[in-house]
């Protein structure tokens, strides 16, 4: 059973920030594009930010210039520093690791258990 850990949820003010960390088996990130996605209340699950292997990133619209994705090789764990909170930002954040293993060739696509952020005043 592959665990993706994630950590850093909690309650965050508007404007304020938050940093969300996810520790993935050493083989499982180094094969992998991370990302974090989040899913709000009534509403689908959504892409926020990932960074690939080579640390080229994609940001949704609704964060790009507030959010900033990034990874430790050497500490097999990705990042989410969340800058200007919203109340909009309110949801479950979910950690993913989606690869190929270099051995196998077979892809696989893992997810944390999520990390509650809820943007409050």
């Known amino acids: 059973q592959v665990q993706l850990v994630e950590s850093g949820g909690g309650l965050g003010q508007p404007g304020g920030s938050l940093r969300l960390s996810c520790v993935a088996p050493?083989?499982?990130?180094?094969?992998?594009?991370m990302g974090w996605h989040r899913q709000a209340p009534g509403k689908q699950r959504e892409l926020v930010a990932d960074?690939?292997?080579?640390?080229?990133?994609f940001y949704s619209d609704s964060v790009k210039g507030r959010f900033t994705i990034s990874r430790d090789d050497a500490k097999n764990t990705v990042y989410l520093q969340m800058n200007n909170l919203q109340p909009e930002d309110t949801a479950v954040y979910y950690c993913?690791?989606?690869?190929?293993?270099?051995?196998?060739?077979?892809?696989?696509?893992?997810w944390g258990q999520g990390t509650q952020v809820t943007v409050s005043s």
């Open positions: 050493r083989n499982i990130f180094s094969s992998s594009t």
């Open positions: 993913n690791a989606d690869g190929t293993d270099p051995v196998s060739a077979q892809a696989f696509d893992y």
């Open positions: 960074i690939t292997r080579r640390r080229d990133t």
